[in-house]
């Protein structure tokens, strides 16, 4: 057997075995050193690929196929730096734990380090920000070979897959020729659905005994809290609300819980949290003795701050996927097991009828709070808090709202409040950045119908070339653009007290207009100017296919004040409420 069929033989198995394990989608960048991967790749029949040049945006892309699906998607790149634009997304990836499968091309181990073109160390090119490194052998056709990429293959997704779920980086050094014998790959694929090798993997549970525990601690909490962030699977919800109610505990979700918008019932779920947070008279009143964390950390700094004091609280943070998330450092107990099944398994032991009066004391200061903050939607002008307020009620029912971060999510979760349409709402919170997002947003709307992308104006300016996807592959996507010429969350910051270089600095105005980026991608563009104008084209924009761009101009400096102002009122409305309440 020549070069050429090991080369073949090797790779279609490997290619054949991402397939048996599920692997349905592959973003590829095109190159030289990858054409064996992308060439078998693209002729199976069981997978779709799909095209993107910059390998910053694929990769983001990926990540977003993969939080939408929640399986482990692949990447594809030839060698040098494009495996290294790979990264950012990569490290996204793994502190937000999505499965992702990276394949980087590599030149052969002869023309490493000695000045050979597109040449790095790819070795453990990540570090520790993928669960586990292969260097893939060199292609050769025997059985034992064959097997061997085949196993990898499978290892690879399961390693991805299980949780908690991350990255995975398989480096291929490959010789030349590159080009595989396509007919006789087709000998390597195998008909049925059998994967080389079964890696089964169960959830995590405590033990009777260890539940019995956690039971006795909780149902003898008078005053206790569930906080949940951002949380892995759609259906811990409905769980985690019946616990909630057999405790008679709030429930402050964060709207990346998916916990907000929904047909469960929502009496216990708190929303306005990050608002009254910010009163002290608000946190003086709640004095929890037991805090029962689920998910990621939630994005309100004001209650990470109220949640840091309450040192007399039992905190239990409970992780099916056995991490560390507790950046408060007062967790108590660190519980991993599977969120859902610890969930049933407590409430069916919680025998007590708590009182439910502390409950009622959060419900009716979330309720004040609510009414409060409706007053956002009187403003005659535009503005970021109204425009967040307006979106439950203007999307449709089951869509998808992915959110920028730095102003957009922080406006979302003060913003968005309980609803029953069933909106997913998703963003990238494992490292925070204002890049690829995007990118990451077309990756989900490649399998979401009716996607919103709500982002900031740097935020997107940092990866318009990621609009390439939309026009190429004709995605369905609504951009709502807030655009307040800069750096919109640093005028809420202690930064914006530096007058003198503020601007300079942090505001970084750009002066940008973006009307040519909808042209230079062949979207719909509009600049609204009022609310009616922006109800209107919003909802037209699900009928139109292909990429929408609203552009929302606001004002940074008043966008600051408008925010202070509703802070001021809120505070004033639940002092009246406390005092109604606790005298």
Same mark, same amino acid.
């Given at each position: ?164 779920? =991350?990255?995975?980086? +398989?480096?291929?050094?490959?010789? /030349?020729?590159?080009?595989?014998? #396509?007919? @006789? $790959? *087709? ?14 993997? =169960?959830?995590?549970? +405590?033990?009777?005994?260890?539940? /019995?525990?956690?039971?006795?601690? #909780?149902? @003898? $909490? *008078? ?361």
């Amino acid at each position: 057997m020549n070069d050429r069929d090991a080369l073949t033989a090797y790779a279609a198995s490997f290619v054949d075995e991402l397939a048996q394990n599920e692997v349905r989608h592959v973003v590829v960048s095109p190159g030289s050193r990858s054409t064996p991967l992308a060439l078998l790749l693209v002729e199976h029949p069981d997978i779709e690929i799909h095209i993107n040049v910059d390998e910053r945006s694929a990769a983001f892309f990926a990540l977003g196929l993969a939080k939408a699906l929640k399986v482990p998607v692949g990447l594809l790149c030839t060698s040098g730096t494009a495996a290294a634009n790979y990264y950012p997304a990569v490290i996204e990836a793994f502190y937000s734990r999505v499965p992702l499968i990276v394949l980087t091309a590599d030149r052969p181990h002869e023309l490493r380090d000695v000045g050979a073109p597109q040449a790095i160390d790819q070795i453990h090119l990540y570090g520790r920000h993928v669960k586990w490194f292969v260097e893939m052998a060199l292609p050769e056709s025997t059985d034992g070979m064959m097997r061997y990429a085949r196993t990898v293959g499978a290892r690879a997704v399961a390693t991805a897959a299980t949780e908690p779920a =991350g990255p995975v980086h +398989l480096n291929f050094p490959l010789r /030349e020729p590159l080009i595989p014998d #396509l007919e @006789q $790959a *087709k000998e390597y694929r195998q008909n049925k659905m059998t994967p080389a090798v079964l890696i089964d993997s =169960g959830e995590r549970s +405590l033990s009777a005994s260890q539940i /019995e525990a956690v039971a006795t601690t #909780l149902s @003898q $909490a *008078k005053q206790g809290m569930i906080v949940c962030g951002e949380l892995p699977h759609p259906e811990m919800k409905e769980a985690i609300v019946a616990l909630a109610e057999k405790l008679a505990f709030p429930v402050l979700a964060d709207p990346l819980s998916q916990l907000r918008s929904g047909s469960h019932d929502k009496a216990v779920v708190i929303d306005a949290y990050d608002t009254f947070l910010r009163d002290e008279a608000a946190k003086a009143a709640f004095r929890p003795e037991v805090i029962l964390r689920f998910g990621a950390m939630p994005v309100s700094k004001p209650l990470l701050l109220f949640m840091k004091k309450q040192k007399q609280a039992i905190t239990l943070v409970v992780d099916g996927g056995a991490g560390w998330r507790e950046p408060a450092g007062l967790a108590t107990n660190m519980i991993y097991s599977e969120e859902k099944d610890f969930c049933q398994r407590i409430a069916d032991k919680i025998t007590s009828f708590p009182d439910d009066e502390w409950l009622g004391l959060w419900q009716t200061v979330n309720g004040a709070t609510k009414d409060a903050l409706a007053s956002v939607r009187d403003e005659a002008e535009l503005s970021e808090g109204k425009l967040f307020a307006l979106l439950a009620d203007m999307m449709p029912l089951e869509s998808t709202l992915f959110v920028g971060n730095s102003m957009p999510i922080r406006d979302l979760d003060t913003f968005f409040l309980n609803n029953g349409k069933g909106i997913k709402t998703i963003a990238n919170r494992g490292a925070n950045g204002i890049d690829g997002v995007v990118s990451t947003a077309l990756g989900v709307s490649t399998v979401s119908k009716n996607t919103v992308l709500a982002i900031g104006d740097l935020s997107f300016f940092h990866d318009m070339n990621g609009l390439l996807a939309a026009k190429l592959q004709k995605q369905n996507i609504t951009i709502l653009l807030v655009n307040n010429d800069g750096g919109g969350i640093f005028s809420f910051l202690p930064q914006a007290n530096e007058r003198e270089h503020f601007e300079t600095l942090f505001g970084t105005p750009h002066g940008l207009d973006f009307s040519h980026t909808a042209q230079l991608y062949g979207g719909k563009y509009n600049k609204v100017q009022s609310w009616d104008e922006l109800e209107k084209v919003f909802t037209e924009s699900f009928e139109i296919q292909g990429l929408k761009i609203i552009e929302v101009p606001t004002e940074r400096e008043s966008n600051l004040q408008k925010h202070r102002n509703l802070w001021s009122f809120v505070s004033q409305e639940i002092k009246m409420v406390l005092d109604r309440e606790i005298s």
